[in-house]
């Protein structure tokens, strides 16, 4: 952070620089910053648990179910068998 500050005071420029990488509203540097700054955090999913936690059906069922509906949260669970 205190990199970032002393480039937009001592080269003005560097600003409008950064802004051309935008998408949208989105920076892209700053989004790529802020996944590495998570990362570590991320990281300690016990990876090799994943495939013991998968072969149990209901758990595997329960948790699609529940990233679809944050996913998409305007579809109710009666809509989608109706």
């Known amino acids: 952070m205190a990199i970032g500050v002393g480039l937009g005071y ?3 420029g ?3 620089f950064i802004n051309k990488f935008a998408v949208g509203t989105t920076n892209i540097p700053i989004a790529i ?3 590495l700054m998570m990362f570590r955090r991320l990281a300690k999913v016990h990876l090799r648990r994943i495939g013991r936690r998968l072969r149990n059906w209901k758990i595997l069922g329960l948790s699609l179910f529940q990233i679809g509906s944050l996913a ?4 109710h669970p009666g809509e989608l068998f109706s």
């Open 72 to 75: 998409h949260p305007d579809v």
């Open 10 to 12: 001592l080269i003005p």
């Open 33 to 35: 910053g802020l996944i």
């Open 14 to 16: 560097v600003e409008g």
